[in-house]
């Protein structure tokens, strides 16, 4: 079955569901959206270096999307005026990313797979690293979760209870990190940050709880990821940008369902 | 047993000094309440000691293990997130169900646990805050100016609800105010700040204190330093009982009062 690249690539689909759903939720919550952009566009970094370096495509990412989240973190943390600093941080590893990559020697880089994904070229290894990535975030979450809803709703009340906000955050961080190796090959470093918005805002209206809002966000995230494929089938278009249509479709109906919560 | 010290804490903000030389000790069962004016370093103090802050100068040592209650000012729980009152009260910890509505009966707001939190009025916002704070089974309550945005009643009922927890519990209290009242009749110690200690002591003798008087003795607070010199005044010629029943306007009632009019 997993000979099929396209049971493979619904499958991949659905790993970043999994994993973007309930991160995808703090990003709305915590309004992190712009720091979940400085975090995937420094991918296209990690890109670079792991072409150069001949490293692992997943482990390159990884790195860069970590050392990108960790300085945010950090200048956070020194209060910063955060909009403009992730502004110049985002566009800055972008660009940065593009013009190593035209550096690297002999090698045609299909630069658009990096940008948009290639979720039907994901091959057997690429798609359990995939699913490993996937399920460490989601473990990750679940471990953390309710002190990751404490700090969220108030990081004096959480420190009140015993709580360290910092770890908390640090979590997030690792977790965004990780989520945007796992997406870059699904739906590339430009719309990875949708996959984690998108389907969390159109779960919110169905929502009376955090953990609802959640689960939500994951199903819709799986739908957009099958209903994508299938359009980018049916109608012959770019599979990771059909996704994010697809999730963006589901939340333009969600504004029409009046709020329950 | 101390709970919680505070010994030359300092806290600046950049080159802004908020607090300095701050000494505190907290007592088990003790209540403690901080007034001073707007900007005085209070929600500072209460940042520094829960931890949230890094002092400047000086330190906090909190006994180990030490169960905080925390009712802060106001929360900003925003429309992003569904919250219930059940889901907020069961943050960090889970609650069970049966506590968690004898506590909302407790605190005065019963049958509340499938609202939204975005859905509560003020009062009975500040009324869950509360609860949660209970429901950890604090050592230390900690309310930081946490009437704010109840009216005059909400208030008093507010306040009785404390001192008959503290009543029940033996719970110490740590009360940042500048509601005159509450410090004259629920205090053990009053501490007046100003970004230092002004001055310190049961609460009679700092409201006599020429630095209090400095402080809330002046515009509008001067009819109630008006009502605090009678009180005291009375409390000294006779020793009466404390059962004031002053719920008028105290300036207007010592002004009519006939022993000043014959």
Known sequence: M??????????????????????????????????????????????????????????????????????????????????????????????????????????????????????????????????????????????????????????????????????????????????VAVALQVVGALLIVAMLIIPAAAARPLARSPEAMALGATAIGALAALGGLWGSLVFDTPAGPSIVVAATVVFAASLLVPRRG | ????????????????????????????????????????????????????????????????????????????VDDRMPLSVRRFLSLPDRRDRDEMRAMLDKVGVPGLEDRQMTALSGGQFQRVLLARALLADPELLILDEATQGLDQPGTAAFYQLIEDVRRETGVAILMVSHDLHVVMSASDRVICLNGHVCCQGQPHVVTAAPEYRALFGLGTHGTMALYQHKHDHAHDACDHDHDHDHTPAHGTATQKDPAHAG
């Open chain 1, 2 to 179: 997993l000979d099929d690249f396209l049971v493979r690539a619904a499958l991949a689909g659905l790993a970043v569901a999994v994993a973007a759903g309930p991160l995808g939720a703090f990003v709305v919550w915590r309004r992190m959206a712009y720091f979940g952009e400085a975090t995937a566009h420094a991918a296209i970094l990690g890109v670079a270096l792991a072409l150069g370096f001949q490293i692992s495509l997943f482990g390159g990412t990884l790195a860069a999307a970590l050392a990108m989240a960790l300085t945010v973190t950090t200048l956070t943390g020194r209060g910063l005026a955060m909009d403009t600093a992730l502004g110049v941080l985002a566009h800055g590893a972008l660009a940065f990313g593009l013009v190593a990559v035209s550096f690297l020697p002999a090698v045609r880089v299909d630069l658009s797979a990096y940008l948009f994904g290639d979720i039907l070229a994901v091959g057997r290894g690429e798609l359990a690293v995939i699913w490993a990535g996937a399920l460490a975030v989601l473990g990750l979450l679940l471990w953390r979760w309710s002190a990751l809803l404490t700090v969220t709703v108030s990081e004096d009340l959480a420190k009140a209870s015993g709580l360290e906000p910092g770890r908390e955050r640090l979590a997030l961080t690792v977790a965004l990190a990780l989520v």
């Open chain 2, 1 to 76: 047993m101390t709970l919680i010290a505070a010994q030359g804490l300092g806290v600046s903000y950049g080159a802004m000094a908020a607090l300095r030389d701050v000494d505190l000790v907290i007592e088990p069962g003790e209540i403690v309440t901080v007034v001073g004016p707007n900007g005085s370093g209070k929600s500072t103090l209460v940042r520094a000691l829960l931890g949230v802050v890094r002092p400047s100068a000086g330190q906090v040592t909190r006994r180990a293990g030490l169960r905080i209650g925390y009712v802060p000012q106001r929360l900003a």
